[in-house]
């Protein structure tokens, strides 16, 4: 067993979005996002499955012709190839888990 303490991970950029790995194992890749208000990343496409659990703050999520506002308590999840990315509405946390490791 494993226990992240992500509380104690979140920092913040004032120039661009600040994304590390928490943990990599062969199986699957968790990130942990934090982003100012207007920061973002744009839409782009994975092989893998990618799923977005928001800790703090709010954002849109985009996928290819649809956006969608989540806060606290959302998880967004997007099959492989379909294209997705997001930017901050206010500061935001999320994990993003991405399965199988690309």
Not at 9 to 38: H, M, Q, V, Y
Not at 46 to 62: H, K, N, Y
Not at 79 to 99: M, N, S
């Amino acid at each position: 067993m494993k226990k992240i303490d992500t509380k104690g991970l979140i920092e913040f950029k004032k120039d661009s979005k600040n994304s590390f790995l928490i943990f990599d194992s062969n199986e699957a890749r968790l990130a942990l996002f934090c982003s100012e208000s207007g920061q973002g990343v744009s839409k782009c496409c994975s092989s893998s499955r990618v799923m977005m659990a928001v800790l703090e703050g709010t954002g849109m999520f985009l996928a290819e012709g649809e956006e969608i506002e989540a806060g606290p308590g959302s998880v967004i999840i997007w099959e492989p190839g379909e294209p997705h990315g997001y930017t901050a509405k206010t500061r935001l946390v999320f994990l993003a888990t991405i399965a199988p490791k690309p």
